[in-house]
């Protein structure tokens, strides 16, 4: 073992001695071949990036864990059963009657049951007949504008004569002032 430790720094020497010499090759200094090494083309960066970028979010957080939740969904639990229509205790949902267990969940936390449905269309519905209702009467006032050569009209305010009155001091005022910004005495 001491000789191993005396000899290791001359063999780092020798090796490095051996190993570290500059080459004697000469390198020219003007290549003299026929063909170019470099050949101009598109840059593809940002084709490149754009290739990368969709398939981190497509494949990587989209698609590829959708189906590995879909295909533990269908290892562990399977479809669902058909059951009898409980005739005591509460009522089910209306996401309880979904097929499998991902639709069922997706009709609870999203999914609208058929009564929220009808609902809405009745909502749509009746908004959808006052506005043709109020359609229809605006037609049927154009109508007899044009057909009684009527029109718009405005209606009248009556005007009060203390307005009158503060008018005519006014209009007396500017006509008698020699200059609108100066209040000169006559």
Excluded at 57 to 68: A, D, K, T
Excluded at 83 to 109: C, L, N, S, V
Aim: aromatic fraction near 16%; hydrophobic fraction near 40%; proline fraction near 5%.
């Amino acid at each position: 073992m001491a000789l191993m430790s005396k000899m290791a720094p001359a063999a780092a020497c020798a090796c490095r001695s051996a190993f570290l010499k500059p080459s004697t090759s000469v390198i020219p200094a003007i290549r003299s071949s026929h063909a170019a090494v470099f050949r101009k083309r598109p840059g593809q960066l940002i084709v490149n990036r754009i290739k990368d970028v969709c398939h981190f979010y497509f494949i990587g957080i989209g698609f590829l864990p959708v189906l590995f939740c879909l295909a533990y969904n269908h290892i562990v639990y399977g479809t669902c059963e058909l059951k009898d229509y409980p005739t005591e205790g509460p009522a089910p949902h209306h996401w309880q009657f979904e097929r499998t267990p991902i639709r069922q969940w997706w009709a609870k936390w999203f999914g609208v049951s058929d009564v929220e449905h009808h609902e809405r269309n009745l909502a749509y519905y009746e908004k959808q007949g006052i506005l043709a209702r109020w359609r229809q009467i605006e037609q049927r006032v154009k109508h007899l504008e044009g057909e009684r050569w009527d029109y718009k009209g405005w209606s009248y305010q009556p005007v009060s004569s203390t307005w009158v009155d503060y008018g005519r001091w006014h209009a007396l005022r500017m006509r008698d002032q020699y200059e609108q910004h100066g209040h000169y005495a006559q």
